[in-house]
């Protein structure tokens, strides 16, 4: 275990910022991951797996703790389902098409999201109708405090629209080093009913589709919507789509009747975050190296050379164009770094 120092970030993160960490230290291990923890001489220390839900600032004084623990574990089975152990340092994606290889179930429509298994259930990532805690059932984490392993249940982690434990009263506490997932062995459940899949499959002429098939109409949709990171950085979806009270919506749909939305609950609905930046004119739109992807406003992208700083300067743009034009505010998804 080396612990570099002046080391740049550009490898690690989606976005290819060619940030600076004072420290730079890799643990494959829980064992490395504990000692380092406990190691009193940096001040402070930063958690990164796949770097694919960050922005970070141009220089950062700490040490970057980058969690690299691999492997997958079959735990239980049964005749219906199965409970698989996966390490923090897995690719995501990666995870996902070997559970379909084997036939396992309940992750496909969150085929092609960046980044590792590791901080999924921070965010609670979710995509086309689905979302991570639907097949969560713990995961095991490192307290960051006092080194102890410890289990955290799916009733611990307190999952919400990308939230969770971990982002509130849990943040900074825990490195999460694996995440065990329940998955359906047969009968799977076809979660087909979001429009873009919907669309997709009758393209394809699917009418009966398998996880598989799910999968690939998700992949696709993915691909014709999203910039590879690997050819324009970026770090996905960059804002959450706001969930507002029913009176707030009803004023928003009487001045926006072509606007889309989704039924939460009785009381909260939710309105796609890319539709409200296009309406202020930003999908496309590029300033200096950073700018909105040209298929997707909800994208922000590196063209170049922007740095963390330009990229921020551009959120804030777009955050204060939507409250000013809609009076409704959207966040970002993505952790700011500094």
């Not at 623990?69 to 049964?78: D, M, N, Q, V």
């Not at 960046?114 to 805690?133: C, F, R």
């Not at 590029?286 to 040209?294: E, L, M, P, Q, T």
Request: glycine fraction near 8%; charge should be negative.
């Amino acid at each position: 275990m080396i612990v570099h120092e002046h080391f740049s970030l550009k490898n690690y993160n989606t976005f290819g910022i060619d940030a600076t960490a004072r420290f730079f230290v890799e643990v494959t291990s829980i064992e490395e991951l504990q000692d380092i923890l406990g190691n009193q001489d940096y001040d402070r220390k930063i958690i990164i797996g796949g770097g694919s839900n960050m922005l970070l600032s141009d220089y950062i004084e700490a040490l970057f703790i980058h969690v690299d623990l691999k492997g997958k574990k079959i735990i239980s089975e049964s005749n219906e389902t199965v409970e698989v152990q996966v390490m923090a340092g897995e690719n995501w994606h990666d995870m996902v098409m070997w559970a379909l290889d084997q036939n396992f179930g309940g992750l496909e429509n969150m085929s092609l999201i960046p980044g590792n298994t590791g901080t999924a259930p921070i965010q609670n990532i979710g995509a086309y109708g689905v979302e991570l805690k639907d097949c969560f059932v713990s995961c095991e984490a490192v307290s960051i405090e006092n080194q102890e392993l410890v289990t955290l249940t799916k009733e611990d982690c307190k999952f919400g629209y990308r939230d969770s434990f971990f982002k509130n009263e849990g943040k900074d506490k825990y490195v999460i080093t694996s995440v065990t997932f329940s998955f359906s062995k047969k009968d799977h459940k076809i979660n087909s009913g979001y429009g873009a899949i919907e669309q997709q499959l009758e393209k394809d002429s699917i009418s009966d589709p398998s996880i598989k098939d799910i999968s690939n109409a998700v992949i696709a949709i993915r691909q014709s919507k999203l910039p590879d990171p690997k050819v324009l950085g970026n770090s996905g979806s960059f804002f959450k789509n706001p969930i507002v009270e029913k009176e707030i919506f009803k004023e928003f749909a009487l001045k926006n009747p072509e606007a889309p939305f989704y039924k939460v609950s009785d009381e909260y609905y939710k309105i796609p975050a890319g539709w409200l930046i296009e309406q202020c004119g930003f999908k496309g739109k590029r300033f200096g190296d950073a700018g909105v992807h040209k298929n997707q406003a909800l994208v922000l992208v590196n063209y170049d050379n922007a740095t963390g700083k330009d990229i921020l300067n551009l959120a804030e743009k777009i955050i204060d164009a939507v409250k000013t034009k809609f009076n409704i505010e959207i966040s970002p998804e993505v952790n700011l770094i500094k």
